[in-house]
Each structure stands twice: as structure tokens, then as C-alpha cells.
């Protein structure tokens, strides 16, 4: 049976953020993940863990910025990531340091780093280079610290201009680095939406050990994984039968309650 993981940045928003980890404790949840920590301080998110019984296994790098107060608001300033920008090498290096910060204090054992929007008039090709030099610095800085460094191929229609879209082009650059750290994130909604045939993608992939987190979700509308076009029961089995052991994060938005719509976990397994 798959190990869920809470999302809090997408689940549990009727409730104000800091509050999130003891309703997911409530729910049963023993681990969690979210997109960015950056607006708490990390010993206090340590303690939340510790006083609820959590372990972090997941969050995302600074998604740009070129000091902690601008990474802190990068996200709402609509940047992506800057793993292919050339010219934001020291963006990216610093935001890598203060996630690598973070998951020590949270003992969280991987960072997922952004690619970045393709610049206007960038070919994605072009940008190869600086994402394979910006990737084995990370691996390294990551290795030193015991952290494995997370790619994701996000849907082109929810960001469109996004470097990474699909699975091959993710497992061709962890490939290309070969650092035993550089790992792709499979978030199955994304792949559904840009790829399709999502249990051949897991039967191919899966099985390289290059897939360190899995991410699920309903497709079209990203709620929970009993609506949608995608047959989780049968996706779960598949996981299964494939041996996987890391985490599935729960990164959907929940129709209504959080709480509530966790009934899919019955009715799926
Ligand atoms: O799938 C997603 O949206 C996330 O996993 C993420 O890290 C960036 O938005
Ligand atoms: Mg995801």
C-alpha cells in the first residue's frame, strides 16, 4: 500500500497554515509535504513535526530571488524556478543553500528545485547547458548534507513556458548528471495532462531507480484522486507491483472538507 505524504500548501486551506500539520497528524498522516517554508522560521516547523509525530519528506527550493526577503515573495511575483536561466546562477546557488538550510533543521531528506519559464525568445535546447551545470553543482552541495535534489516536468497547460514538461526529458538530464541524488518528482496529474498512458510511464520508469517522490491528484480539475479521468485504483496496484517504497504526496486541492474528502483512501485501497 502506497505511504501518503499530506500536501499543505494545496490541502487543509480552510485552516491558516501552521494549523495544517496537526489536522493531517489528526487524519492519520505521518508525514507531509508543501511548497515552500520560507515565510516560517525552520525551527518552528521542526517543532510542529516533532509535536505532531510528522516527518517532512518534501519542499521546494526558493523559486527565485536574490535575498531571503525576495525569496520569500517569488512565488507570488510569478517566478518558477532558475534552474535554466542563464544569468541567475547566484539566484540559484543561494536558494539551494537556504533549502538546504531548511532541511537539515527539518530533517527532511529532499528539495525539489524548479526548472523555470523558457525566457522569450529562448530555445529550450539552448538552455541544456546551464540546467546540466546548475544541476551537478546542486547534486553535489545536496550530497554533502545527506539531501537528494528533486526535478518535476509540470503540465504546460497549468504553467505554460515551463522548461520540464515531460518524464523522458527529467530522466534524460538525471541521467546525463549521474549523481545517485538527482532524482525526477512523478507528479501522475502532470503526466496525464501533458503525457498520457501514465501506468506504462510508471512501468518504464520506476524500475531505473530515478524516481524518488510520486505526487497524485484528479485529473482535469487537480481534486481528489477518486474524480477524474485517472483509475487510481488500478495506478496504486501498479505502484505496487513495481516494488516502490518512497512517499505519494496528496497534492490536490479537496472539492470541500479536507478531512472529508479523505474518503477516497477507503474507497481506493
Ligand atoms: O506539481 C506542482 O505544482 C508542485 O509539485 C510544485 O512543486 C510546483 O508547483
Ligand atoms: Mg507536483
Same mark, same amino acid.
Request: with cysteine; net charge negative.
Given at each position: ?11 487543509? #486551506? ?10 493531517? *497528524?489528526?487524519?492519520?498522516?505521518? *508525514? ?10 525552520? =525551527? ?35 517566478? &518558477? ?29 529532499? @528539495?525539489? +528545485? ?13 538552455? &541544456?547547458?546551464? +540546467? ?16 537528494? @535534489?528533486? @526535478?518535476?516536468? @509540470? ?10 514538461? #515531460? ?83 496528496? =497534492? ?10 479523505? *474518503? ?6
Amino acid at each position: 500500500m502506497p505511504r501518503f505524504a499530506a500536501n499543505l500548501s494545496l490541502m487543509y #486551506t480552510e485552516l491558516p497554515f501552521l494549523a495544517r500539520f496537526a489536522a493531517a *497528524a489528526r487524519d492519520g498522516f505521518q *508525514a507531509v509535504e508543501y511548497l515552500f517554508p520560507y515565510a516560517y522560521p525552520a =525551527e518552528e516547523l521542526a517543532e510542529l513535526l516533532d509535536k505532531h509525530g510528522l516527518q517532512q519528506v518534501l519542499f521546494n527550493a526558493p523559486p527565485g530571488g536574490r535575498n531571503l526577503q525576495e525569496m520569500a515573495l517569488a512565488w507570488d511575483a510569478g517566478m &518558477r524556478g532558475t534552474l535554466c536561466l542563464n544569468g541567475q546562477e547566484d539566484s540559484f546557488r543561494n536558494g539551494v543553500w537556504e533549502a538546504l538550510r531548511y532541511a537539515q533543521v527539518l530533517q527532511c531528506p529532499r @528539495i525539489h +528545485v524548479m526548472s523555470g519559464l523558457i525566457p522569450n525568445g529562448a530555445a529550450r535546447y539552448a538552455l &541544456r547547458s546551464r +540546467v546540466l551545470s546548475n544541476l551537478r553543482w546542486a547534486a553535489q552541495a545536496a550530497a554533502d548534507v545527506g539531501v537528494d @535534489i528533486m @526535478i518535476e516536468p @509540470i503540465n504546460h497547460r497549468d504553467m505554460p513556458g515551463y522548461y520540464l514538461q #515531460t518524464q523522458d526529458q527529467a530522466h534524460s538530464l538525471a541521467q546525463t548528471v549521474a549523481a545517485p541524488n538527482l532524482k525526477v518528482q512523478m507528479d501522475l496529474y502532470h503526466c496525464q495532462i501533458t503525457e498520457g498512458d501514465v501506468a506504462s510511464k510508471l512501468r518504464q520508469y520506476l524500475p531505473t531507480g530515478r524516481v524518488g517522490h510520486i505526487q497524485i491528484a484528479g485529473v482535469p480539475e487537480r481534486q481528489e484522486p477518486d474524480v477524474g479521468e485517472l483509475n487510481y485504483r488500478y495506478l496504486f496496484s501498479v505502484i505496487d507491483a513495481l516494488g516502490y517504497s518512497g512517499w505519494v504526496g496528496c =497534492e490536490y486541492r479537496p472539492r470541500q472538507d479536507t478531512s472529508q474528502g479523505l *474518503a477516497w483512501m477507503a474507497t481506493l485501497l
